[in-house]
Structures are given as structure tokens and as C-alpha cells.
Nanobody
Framework: VQLQASGGGLVQSGGSLRLACRAS????????IAWFRQAPGKEREGVSS??????RAYYADSVKGRFTMSRDKNMVYLQMNSLKPEDTATYYC?????????????????????WGKGTLVTVSS
């Protein structure tokens, strides 16, 4: 299993970025996929996930209405609009072979097994 995230960078408050994650070694049709993030000095938290069962996307309250997660074949995307300084974090693509992804945002991050290297997003005020 390999997950490779990209697309991070520096953006001004109110701006947009699109993160991408390339998945290999497994099929996104069979397993859920999620984005987590970790801000400096804070606990890693779930941002968004897509269920393998029905393709539905789930979002943390802090990003609802601003972020959109999607998938296409072996690629996963996180479109981030109206970015805020508090969105500054390293963003990780993650999957696990237990569960379909629908409840991963509620679970402790360390329960998920397969993590890609993160991509840093910095939002300036």
C-alpha cells in the first residue's frame, strides 16, 4: 500500500488549494480513503473521508462547506476553498483495511494503518 500526497503550498487567507493523493497497492473501490491533518503543536485530526460502501463523502465540521473531497480511479483529491490561517497543517492521505471509511473521522488517528507522507499547507493571514 502506498499513498503519495501532493499539492500543498503557501496561500493567502481566502484562497484555494487542491491536494492530490495517488493510491497504489489497493483499490479505492474496495477500501475507504481519508484526509487527516496535523497543525503544529496539535493532535492529528480527521478532515474528510470517502466511504468505499457508497462513495459518500464525510467532513469535519470545521471544513464543511469549504472543502470537497473526491476520487477518480486511483487518485483522491481535496479541494480547499476559503482557506483560513487555522487550516495551516500538514495534510495526510490515509487508508485502512477495516471499516469503509464512513466513521474514520470519529476514530483516533492511530487506529488507521496506512499513511502517506504529508503535504504542508500554510495559510497566511
Amino acid at each position: 500500500v502506498q499513498l503519495q500526497a501532493s499539492g500543498g503550498g503557501l496561500v493567502q487567507s481566502g484562497g484555494s488549494l487542491r491536494l492530490a493523493c495517488r493510491a497504489s497497492g489497493f483499490s479505492l473501490d474496495d477500501y475507504g480513503i481519508a484526509w487527516f491533518r496535523q497543525a503544529p503543536g496539535k493532535e492529528r485530526e480527521g478532515v474528510s473521508s470517502i466511504s468505499s460502501r457508497d462513495g459518500r463523502a464525510y467532513y469535519a465540521d470545521s471544513v464543511k462547506g469549504r472543502f470537497t473531497m473526491s476520487r477518480d480511479k486511483n487518485m483522491v483529491y481535496l479541494q480547499m476553498n476559503s482557506l483560513k490561517p487555522e487550516d495551516t497543517a500538514t495534510y495526510y492521505c490515509v487508508t485502512d483495511f477495516e471499516g469503509d471509511g464512513s466513521r474514520w473521522l470519529e476514530a483516533p488517528w492511530y487506529r488507521l494503518d496506512y499513511w502517506g507522507k504529508g503535504t504542508l499547507v500554510t495559510v497566511s493571514s
